[in-house]
């Protein structure tokens, strides 16, 4: 465990980059003291998301549910909308459309350094729903996107920015895209 100098992975998401927000996006990690230790502009395949976004049922399932909580609140028919109330139906659809969207454009990949940088990471980017994502947070200040809505246009929804979910994720997140190649950088600020 090394909490001073945690590593996490970011992604800045199609409407990220097609709002002009890398600027800003990566303002706010550095505004929080947290360092950018590799970055870079690329085109993902749909391969490369599909390896990216867990396969195992519990987490395909967990996205499914995710509909069908915001489906319920909202007094939405599953069956009529989507075709199914089945969480494994719906998360594999979810599933399909996140691929879509993430390779509708260009994306920004950074490795990002710091005090419990994954953390940190996750509350600056704000919940995952942009709607639901409180104001001083990058979903809530930029975005206001909402399942019910994305899921009704059958797409994903779209919120800025992916960053790793746990130290674990991160390493597996960052050996997936920056692999073995030596763009990772290990510098010192003026303040350190
Ligand atoms: P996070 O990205 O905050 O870690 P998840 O891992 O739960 O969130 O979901 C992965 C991505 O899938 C989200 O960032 C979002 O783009 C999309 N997503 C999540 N839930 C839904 C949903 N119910 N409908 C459509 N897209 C969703």
Same mark, same amino acid.
């Given at each position: 465990m090394n909490f001073k100098n945690e590593k996490t992975f970011v992604m800045i998401k199609p409407d990220g980059v097609k709002?002009?927000?890398?600027? @800003?996006? /990566?303002?706010r990690f550095e505004q929080r003291d947290l360092k950018v230790v590799g970055l870079e502009m690329f085109q993902p395949s749909k391969e490369d998301i599909d390896q990216h976004y867990p396969k195992d049922e519990a987490w395909i399932s967990r996205l499914g549910q995710k509909t069908l909580g915001t489906y319920k609140k909202y007094n939405i028919d599953s069956k009529k909308e989507l075709g199914t109330d089945n969480d494994?139906? /719906?998360?594999?659809? +979810?599933?399909?459309?996140?691929? &879509?969207?993430?390779?509708?454009a260009p994306l920004v990949r950074m490795v990002v350094e710091g005090i419990h940088a994954v953390d940190m990471v996750r509350k600056i980017c704000g919940v995952t729903i942009p709607s639901l994502a409180d104001m001083g947070t990058l979903r809530g200040d930029y975005s206001a996107d909402s399942p019910a809505v994305a899921n009704t246009e059958k797409r994903a929804v779209?919120?800025? +920015? =992916?960053?790793? @979910?746990?130290? @674990? &994720?991160?390493? =597996?997140?960052?050996? =997936?895209?920056f692999g073995t190649r030596k763009v990772i950088f290990n510098y010192k600020r003026f303040v350190d």
């Open positions: 709002k002009g927000l890398i600027g @800003e996006i /990566i303002r494994l139906e /719906i998360g594999t659809m +979810v599933r399909g459309w996140l691929i &879509e969207y993430m390779t509708s779209m919120n800025l +920015v =992916h960053a790793s @979910e746990t130290p @674990e &994720e991160a390493q =597996h997140e960052i050996k =997936h895209w």
